[in-house]
């Protein structure tokens, strides 16, 4: 009866799926509290960014940064560190360009 | 078709891939890990962009650096009363902060000036905090702690920009919860961020401005653009939308290996559909030859690639949420960590998009259900004598 096995299987399985899914939702719900408090030190202390890459401003502070900072040695300039590769390239720097130009002030 | 010789032809199904079990169990677990990698990454990112988005809606609504020569400069603070006198505009706070390299330890600090903080984040600090007239005191990371092996009241020497050592003091840790905002950070009183950095009098590295009306925050960035043309006003709507780009499919990580494990399952893939093994071959010849219809031999290999693949992708589904949201995505951390001396332990709030679920299991387990099929029925079709004779 090798269908009782692979029946089974599967419901083991998705039994404990099942329970990951259900603990993840208790997780989501009991971190919520602590979500506040990590929101309130990011009030506090003003902050705009995740510590996750600490080895240049740019990566450190992706939405500081400014346009030219990847290309800092020279326009087109070889990537430095690892976690430039990994990032996508701010999709908003085209678009505060765009904002910069609208109001004119490039142009005068 | 009745459910019993569904049942029947399942039973079939499971001795006929018992008897090549060497092959399968290979097929399995090569599935499992191109399942396993592609859901990890897309639950790391998914979870790492929600985190962003989410803590980030507590960041400020608008920030003014200047910029001179496309790079950033402090800010003088004569400018914090010119945008004040914006209308909507009801607050300008200056900020001031920077970046310290440590020799000793190779890493990178972010030293930021904070001259009052609110007790509601005391929950997120071990120790107390700093006052204004506390000479050298200081909040720090644990990652900051840990590299430097730093407790409560131990002291951190820093250079100063003349080349002067300074004396900081550790009045309170950042708790492990809040690592993913703090784990590099050193908080300080304004005047001794200012003695460390020799930032001139009269000067801040941006300005945060506090608009009334949060409907309002682009009307007033764009007039303060008009007002001072060599600010750069960065909105939090920016902010949010660059994390939520960060980690987008265009990202390299992404791609190295999203490409890596999309080409390795279309391999496999194809090996499966452009051809089946001389045995194989032979048993869908033998089946026809004693009496089995195509219809039937096409249940069986259905249940084959249903067997294969269910067994798979749930194995693959459930390591990848244990790898991520138990263990800290320990396998991509090498390559995440990159050449960050301090990287804060990534523990995640476990969400989980179901749509993401969805879409791998449209793009492995259905092709491979089709390509388990069509070179079967490609034999079914043929006379029996043949097949068994090829």
Redesign the interface.
């Known amino acids: 009866?090798?269908?009782k096995?692979?029946t089974g299987?599967?419901v083991a399985?998705?039994v404990?799926?099942a329970m990951?899914?259900g603990?993840?939702s208790v997780?989501?719900q009991k971190?919520k509290p602590?979500?506040a408090?990590?929101?309130?030190?990011?009030?506090?202390?003003?902050?705009?960014?995740?510590?996750?890459?600490?080895?240049a401003?740019y990566?450190?502070h992706?939405?500081?940064?400014?346009?030219?900072a990847p290309f800092q040695d020279f326009p087109s300039a070889i990537e430095h560190?690892?976690?430039g590769?990994?990032?996508?390239?701010?999709?908003?720097s085209n678009?505060?360009t765009g904002?910069?130009q609208k109001?004119g002030?490039l142009r005068? | 078709m009745n459910l019993y010789k569904h049942i029947r032809i399942l039973e079939f199904a499971l001795s006929s891939l018992f008897r090549r079990k060497f092959k399968n169990l290979v097929t399995v677990l090569m599935y499992s890990l191109i399942v396993f990698l592609t859901a990890s990454l897309l639950f790391l990112t998914h979870a790492l962009t929600q985190e962003a988005v989410e803590l980030l809606q507590g960041s400020p609504g608008l920030i003014v650096q200047r910029i001179k020569g496309g790079r950033h400069e402090l800010v003088p603070l004569r400018y914090a009363g010119e945008i004040e006198k914006i209308r909507g505009v009801s607050e300008v706070i200056p900020r001031f902060w920077g970046y310290y390299y440590d020799p000793p330890t190779g890493a990178n600090y972010t030293f930021m000036g904070a001259d009052e903080l609110p007790p509601e984040i005391a929950m997120m600090i071990e120790g107390a905090f700093y006052n204004k007239n506390d000479r050298g005191g200081c909040i720090i990371g644990q990652g900051v702690a840990d590299v430097r092996f730093l407790e409560l009241e131990d002291i951190i020497p820093v250079k100063k920009s003349d080349g002067e050592l300074y004396i900081l003091r550790v009045r309170g840790i950042f708790k492990a919860e809040s690592n993913l905002l703090t784990n590099d950070l050193i908080v300080m009183s304004i005047s001794d961020i200012n003695t460390i950095f020799g930032i001139p009098a009269h000067t801040a590295t941006d300005l945060v401005v506090r608009v009334r009306n949060p409907r309002e925050v682009s009307t007033v960035a764009r007039k303060i653009l008009d007002k001072l043309p060599d600010t750069r006003p960065i909105e939090k709507a920016e902010l949010i939308r660059t994390y939520k780009a960060l980690f987008a499919w265009r990202s390299g990580l992404m791609a190295a290996i999203l490409l890596g494990s999309v080409t390795a399952f279309f391999i496999m893939i194809w090996d499966k559909a452009t051809g089946l093994s001389a045995e194989e071959r032979k048993e869908i010849g033998i089946l026809k030859a004693i009496g089995w219809e195509i219809s039937d031999v096409l249940y069986l290999k259905f249940w084959e690639g249903v067997v294969i693949s269910t067994v798979s992708f749930l194995a693959g589904i459930i390591a990848a949420h244990v790898h991520v949201f138990w263990f800290g995505s320990v396998l991509f951390l090498p390559i995440l960590k990159g050449w960050s001396v301090l990287f804060p332990r990534l523990n995640f709030t476990p969400r989980i998009d179901f749509f993401q679920i969805f879409v791998i299991m449209f793009l492995t387990v259905i092709p491979y259900i089709i390509a388990t099929i069509v070179p079967s029925w490609k034999a079914a079709v043929t006379d029996p004598d043949t097949i068994t004779r090829t």
């Open positions: 009866m090798k269908y096995i692979f299987i599967i399985e998705l404990i799926l990951l899914l603990s993840a997780s989501v971190s602590e979500t408090a990590r929101q309130q030190l990011v009030q506090a202390l003003m902050l705009t960014d995740l510590a996750l890459w600490t080895e401003r990566t450190r992706p939405t500081q940064a400014d346009m030219f560190f690892p976690a590769s990994i990032i996508a390239p701010p999709q908003v678009e505060r904002a910069v109001t002030t005068r």
